[in-house]
Protein backbone atom coordinates (compact mmCIF):
# COMPACT_ATOMS: atom_id res chain seq x y z
CA UNK A 1 0.00 0.00 0.00
CA UNK A 2 2.93 2.20 0.69
CA UNK A 3 3.81 1.81 -2.95
CA UNK A 4 0.52 3.09 -3.99
CA UNK A 5 0.42 5.86 -1.91
CA UNK A 6 3.61 6.96 -3.07
CA UNK A 7 2.69 7.00 -7.38
CA UNK A 8 -0.61 8.71 -6.26
CA UNK A 9 0.90 11.38 -4.43
CA UNK A 10 2.92 12.07 -7.44
CA UNK A 11 -0.02 11.63 -9.83
CA UNK A 12 -1.67 14.52 -7.94
CA UNK A 13 1.08 16.79 -7.59
CA UNK A 14 1.51 16.25 -11.40
CA UNK A 15 -2.19 17.66 -12.04
CA UNK A 16 -0.39 21.23 -11.04
CA UNK A 17 -0.11 23.28 -14.18
CA UNK A 18 3.42 23.05 -16.22
CA UNK A 19 5.45 25.53 -17.54
CA UNK A 20 4.27 26.47 -20.66
CA UNK A 21 6.02 26.36 -23.85
CA UNK A 22 7.34 23.73 -26.09
CA UNK A 23 11.34 23.65 -26.97
CA UNK A 24 12.78 21.51 -29.19
CA UNK A 25 15.82 19.20 -27.80
CA UNK A 26 18.76 16.51 -29.18
CA UNK A 27 20.01 15.42 -26.31
CA UNK A 28 17.86 13.45 -23.13
CA UNK A 29 19.44 12.26 -20.32
CA UNK A 30 17.93 10.51 -17.40
CA UNK A 31 18.33 8.40 -14.20
CA UNK A 32 16.37 6.04 -12.33
CA UNK A 33 15.57 4.11 -9.02
CA UNK A 34 13.74 0.68 -8.50
CA UNK A 35 13.16 -1.39 -5.44
CA UNK A 36 11.07 -4.74 -4.86
CA UNK A 37 9.81 -4.32 -1.67
CA UNK A 38 9.13 -8.22 -1.64
CA UNK A 39 12.64 -9.91 -2.49
CA UNK A 40 14.98 -6.93 -1.59
CA UNK A 41 16.37 -5.59 -4.85
CA UNK A 42 17.14 -2.31 -5.39
CA UNK A 43 18.16 -1.15 -9.17
CA UNK A 44 19.80 2.03 -10.98
CA UNK A 45 20.31 3.05 -13.91
CA UNK A 46 21.80 5.98 -15.96
CA UNK A 47 21.77 6.17 -19.40
CA UNK A 48 21.14 8.84 -22.04
CA UNK A 49 19.92 9.50 -26.01
CA UNK A 50 21.41 11.62 -28.71
CA UNK A 51 19.09 12.48 -31.42
CA UNK A 52 20.31 12.36 -35.25
CA UNK A 53 18.29 16.26 -35.08
CA UNK A 54 16.53 18.17 -33.62
CA UNK A 55 13.18 16.67 -32.21
CA UNK A 56 10.05 18.90 -32.62
CA UNK A 57 8.13 19.06 -29.33
CA UNK A 58 5.41 21.60 -31.25
CA UNK A 59 1.87 20.20 -31.05
CA UNK A 60 3.01 16.79 -29.58
CA UNK A 61 2.92 15.36 -26.03
CA UNK A 62 6.49 15.87 -24.27
CA UNK A 63 6.57 12.22 -23.79
CA UNK A 64 5.92 11.14 -27.54
CA UNK A 65 7.69 13.99 -29.22
CA UNK A 66 10.76 11.90 -30.91
CA UNK A 67 8.13 8.89 -31.90
CA UNK A 68 5.89 11.65 -33.43
CA UNK A 69 8.17 13.82 -34.83
CA UNK A 70 10.08 9.80 -36.49
CA UNK A 71 13.37 11.28 -35.44
CA UNK A 72 15.65 8.23 -33.69
CA UNK A 73 19.49 8.21 -32.26
CA UNK A 74 21.81 6.64 -30.08
CA UNK A 75 21.40 5.42 -26.48
CA UNK A 76 23.48 4.25 -23.63
CA UNK A 77 22.82 2.96 -20.52
CA UNK A 78 24.04 1.81 -17.49
CA UNK A 79 22.18 -0.56 -14.79
CA UNK A 80 23.06 -2.26 -11.77
CA UNK A 81 21.28 -3.91 -9.70
CA UNK A 82 21.84 -4.96 -6.20
CA UNK A 83 20.47 -8.33 -4.32
CA UNK A 84 21.55 -10.36 -1.37
CA UNK A 85 23.12 -12.67 -3.28
CA UNK A 86 25.32 -10.02 -5.26
CA UNK A 87 25.35 -7.62 -7.54
CA UNK A 88 24.70 -6.68 -11.25
CA UNK A 89 26.60 -4.66 -13.99
CA UNK A 90 25.96 -3.98 -17.36
CA UNK A 91 25.77 -1.69 -20.02
CA UNK A 92 23.64 -1.60 -23.27
CA UNK A 93 23.74 0.00 -26.50
CA UNK A 94 20.91 0.93 -29.00
CA UNK A 95 20.66 3.00 -32.52
CA UNK A 96 17.53 3.19 -34.34
CA UNK A 97 16.53 5.32 -37.75
CA UNK A 98 13.19 6.15 -39.47
CA UNK A 99 13.78 6.38 -43.28
CA UNK A 100 11.00 8.81 -45.04
CA UNK A 101 9.84 5.65 -46.78
CA UNK A 102 8.24 4.68 -43.18
CA UNK A 103 10.75 2.22 -42.73
CA UNK A 104 12.08 1.52 -39.32
CA UNK A 105 15.48 -0.11 -38.19
CA UNK A 106 17.28 -1.01 -34.89
CA UNK A 107 19.80 -2.67 -33.22
CA UNK A 108 21.25 -3.10 -29.85
CA UNK A 109 23.59 -5.13 -27.91
CA UNK A 110 23.94 -5.68 -23.51
CA UNK A 111 27.20 -5.93 -21.94
CA UNK A 112 27.05 -7.89 -18.89
CA UNK A 113 29.92 -7.84 -16.33
CA UNK A 114 29.24 -11.35 -15.86
CA UNK A 115 27.82 -13.62 -18.88
CA UNK A 116 27.75 -13.70 -22.58
CA UNK A 117 26.84 -10.09 -24.44
CA UNK A 118 23.18 -10.56 -26.20
CA UNK A 119 22.60 -8.95 -29.60
CA UNK A 120 19.22 -7.74 -31.12
CA UNK A 121 17.85 -6.19 -33.75
CA UNK A 122 14.32 -4.52 -34.90
CA UNK A 123 12.56 -4.36 -37.90
CA UNK A 124 9.00 -2.33 -38.07
CA UNK A 125 7.21 0.69 -40.53
CA UNK A 126 5.27 3.68 -39.77
CA UNK A 127 1.93 2.21 -40.92
CA UNK A 128 0.66 5.72 -40.29
CA UNK A 129 1.11 8.66 -38.34
CA UNK A 130 1.10 8.13 -35.09
CA UNK A 131 1.20 3.80 -35.62
CA UNK A 132 4.92 2.00 -35.61
CA UNK A 133 4.28 -1.76 -36.55
CA UNK A 134 7.73 -3.71 -35.42
CA UNK A 135 9.16 -7.16 -35.13
CA UNK A 136 12.24 -7.78 -32.57
CA UNK A 137 14.44 -10.41 -32.65
CA UNK A 138 16.87 -10.90 -29.45
CA UNK A 139 19.38 -13.32 -28.70
CA UNK A 140 19.01 -14.98 -25.38
CA UNK A 141 22.68 -16.70 -25.55
CA UNK A 142 20.99 -19.88 -26.18
CA UNK A 143 18.21 -18.94 -28.71
CA UNK A 144 16.14 -16.17 -30.76
CA UNK A 145 13.26 -14.72 -29.00
CA UNK A 146 10.75 -13.23 -31.18
CA UNK A 147 8.17 -10.16 -29.92
CA UNK A 148 5.77 -8.52 -32.42
CA UNK A 149 4.61 -4.67 -31.12
CA UNK A 150 2.62 -2.32 -32.56
CA UNK A 151 2.75 1.23 -30.72
CA UNK A 152 0.31 4.39 -31.17
CA UNK A 153 -0.55 7.63 -30.61
CA UNK A 154 -3.01 9.58 -31.43
CA UNK A 155 -4.13 13.41 -30.57
CA UNK A 156 -7.13 14.40 -28.76
CA UNK A 157 -8.90 17.81 -28.55
CA UNK A 158 -6.25 20.47 -27.59
CA UNK A 159 -3.34 19.10 -25.90
CA UNK A 160 -4.66 15.66 -24.73
CA UNK A 161 -3.65 12.59 -26.42
CA UNK A 162 -3.93 8.96 -25.95
CA UNK A 163 -1.88 6.02 -26.67
CA UNK A 164 -1.67 2.12 -26.54
CA UNK A 165 1.31 -0.11 -27.11
CA UNK A 166 0.88 -4.24 -27.64
CA UNK A 167 3.29 -6.43 -27.38
CA UNK A 168 3.03 -10.65 -28.23
CA UNK A 169 6.30 -12.76 -27.79
CA UNK A 170 6.63 -16.58 -26.89
CA UNK A 171 3.95 -17.31 -24.32
CA UNK A 172 4.23 -13.59 -23.27
CA UNK A 173 1.54 -10.70 -24.12
CA UNK A 174 1.15 -7.04 -23.15
CA UNK A 175 -0.34 -4.57 -23.47
CA UNK A 176 -0.81 -1.18 -22.39
CA UNK A 177 -2.23 2.63 -22.40
CA UNK A 178 -1.79 6.29 -21.75
CA UNK A 179 -3.37 8.97 -21.61
CA UNK A 180 -2.27 11.89 -21.36
CA UNK A 181 -4.09 15.32 -19.63
CA UNK A 182 -1.52 17.82 -21.31
CA UNK A 183 1.41 18.37 -23.21
CA UNK A 184 3.30 17.81 -19.62
CA UNK A 185 1.13 15.04 -18.01
CA UNK A 186 0.37 11.60 -18.27
CA UNK A 187 -0.94 8.65 -16.21
CA UNK A 188 -0.50 4.84 -17.86
CA UNK A 189 -1.64 1.37 -16.92
CA UNK A 190 -0.19 -1.98 -18.40
CA UNK A 191 -1.07 -5.59 -17.78
CA UNK A 192 1.23 -8.85 -18.78
CA UNK A 193 0.36 -12.26 -18.80
CA UNK A 194 3.16 -14.89 -18.53
CA UNK A 195 1.76 -18.36 -19.65
CA UNK A 196 4.60 -20.17 -18.60
CA UNK A 197 4.90 -18.50 -15.22
CA UNK A 198 1.21 -18.44 -15.00
CA UNK A 199 1.36 -15.03 -13.72
CA UNK A 200 -0.06 -11.85 -14.53
CA UNK A 201 1.46 -8.43 -13.49
CA UNK A 202 -0.01 -4.78 -13.33
CA UNK A 203 2.23 -1.34 -14.24
CA UNK A 204 1.10 2.25 -13.23
CA UNK A 205 3.18 4.86 -14.21
CA UNK A 206 2.81 8.51 -13.99
CA UNK A 207 5.09 11.40 -15.56
CA UNK A 208 5.26 14.80 -15.36
CA UNK A 209 7.39 17.72 -17.20
CA UNK A 210 8.13 20.40 -14.58
CA UNK A 211 8.97 22.57 -17.82
CA UNK A 212 9.63 21.55 -21.52
CA UNK A 213 13.33 20.37 -20.42
CA UNK A 214 12.96 18.76 -17.10
CA UNK A 215 10.65 15.84 -16.55
CA UNK A 216 9.93 13.02 -12.96
CA UNK A 217 8.26 10.14 -13.22
CA UNK A 218 7.21 7.50 -10.85
CA UNK A 219 5.86 4.00 -11.19
CA UNK A 220 4.97 0.85 -9.46
CA UNK A 221 4.18 -2.79 -10.81
CA UNK A 222 2.71 -5.62 -8.59
CA UNK A 223 1.10 -9.23 -9.52
CA UNK A 224 -2.36 -9.57 -10.03
CA UNK A 225 -2.45 -13.48 -10.54
CA UNK A 226 -0.29 -16.32 -10.33
CA UNK A 227 2.98 -16.25 -8.49
CA UNK A 228 4.95 -13.98 -9.64
CA UNK A 229 5.72 -12.82 -5.95
CA UNK A 230 6.41 -8.92 -7.62
CA UNK A 231 6.08 -5.40 -5.79
CA UNK A 232 8.20 -3.00 -7.03
CA UNK A 233 8.08 0.69 -7.16
CA UNK A 234 10.49 3.43 -8.91
CA UNK A 235 10.96 6.68 -9.47
CA UNK A 236 13.25 8.53 -12.87
CA UNK A 237 13.99 11.58 -13.96
CA UNK A 238 15.62 13.52 -17.13
CA UNK A 239 16.61 16.59 -18.62
CA UNK A 240 16.78 17.47 -22.34
CA UNK A 241 19.12 19.89 -24.01
Not at 125 to 140: I, K, Q, R
Not at 208 to 232: C, E, I, K, Q
Request: hydrophobic residues 45%; charged residues 20%.
Amino acid sequence: MRAIRNFLSVACFAALPAVAGAQDYQLEVEAGYVTDTESDIDAINVGGTFHWRQVSTAGSPLAEAAFLDRVGGVSVDYLRIDTDFGDFDAWSLEADHYFDSGLYLAARGTFPDEGDDTWGASVGFVATEGLLLVLDADDNGDDIDYTGRAKYVGKLAGDTAWGLDVAIADEVYGVGANYFFSAAFLIGADITLYDEADATTLGLEAKYFFTPRFWGSANYNTDVAGDADLSTWGIAAGLRF
